[in-house]
T-cell receptor, first 110, second 114 residues
């Protein structure tokens, strides 16, 4: 089992709709969770971090964490073409390092 | 905010030569530096972790004699790919962590070995 799992996609969402990205992790004691956006050929950029159960909202982005189910999600409201990218879920593991999922490719169609 | 400058952004080298990649933290002290490698359409794979002034800790399967990491100061870490081969062609990214700064990524280096 991979430490951090994501569907590779591509996930195609119409412009203006809600994009929902999901991630599961195996390290039960993980405490910190991150969502990064990566454009092709570029370095990842941090979108959201979440540390406690529940929802965290920042503009059009909402991160959701359920530690009991070992599940993290990212919702993008009012999706824009510029949101088309690969979204990486990352978990700060008990080994004091960030482990990345394989990423989900998101495509927003006009 | 915290900024990490990574150079070069891209490099082409001949098989058998060595290439050095630099990461500098511009406005904070990077106590820990992480080096990642990313092959096309794959995720970032952690290669090694280095703390300033200490030897790097390499992930399983990463050859420490091939990928030399130096973190001699709180603002500079280097990764040297020695005797590079075409299979080393990849996107290399550093990430720095300092006191209260979280994780800041460099812009990445695209290495092509011909």
């Amino acid at each position: 089992q991979k430490e951090v799992e994501q569907n590779s996609g591509p996930l195609s969402v119409p412009e203006g709709a809600i994009a929902s990205l999901n991630c599961t992790y195996s390290d039960r004691v993980s405490q910190s969770f991150f969502w990064y956006r990566q454009y092709s050929g570029k370095s990842p950029e941090l979108i959201m971090s979440i540390y406690s159960n529940g929802d965290k909202e920042d503009g059009r982005f909402t991160a959701q964490l359920n530690k009991a189910s070992q599940y993290v999600s990212l919702l993008i409201r009012d999706s824009q073409p510029s949101d088309s990218a690969t979204y990486l879920c990352a978990v700060y593991s008990s080994a004091s390092k960030i482990i990345f999922g394989s990423g989900t490719r998101l495509s927003i169609r006009p | 905010g915290a900024v990490v400058s990574q150079h070069p952004s891209w490099v082409i080298c001949k098989s058998g030569t060595s290439v050095k990649i630099e990461c500098r933290s511009l406005d904070f002290q990077a106590t820990t530096m992480f080096w990642y490698r990313q092959f096309p359409k794959q995720s970032l794979m952690l290669m090694a972790t280095s703390n300033e002034g200490s030897k790097a800790t390499y992930e399983q399967g990463v050859e420490k004699d091939k990928f030399l990491i130096n973190h001699a100061s709180l603002t500079l870490s280097t990764l040297t790919v020695t005797s590079a081969h075409p299979e080393d062609s990849s996107f290399y990214i550093c990430s720095a962590r300092g006191q209260g700064t979280g994780y800041t990524f460099g812009s990445g280096t695209r290495l092509t070995v011909v």
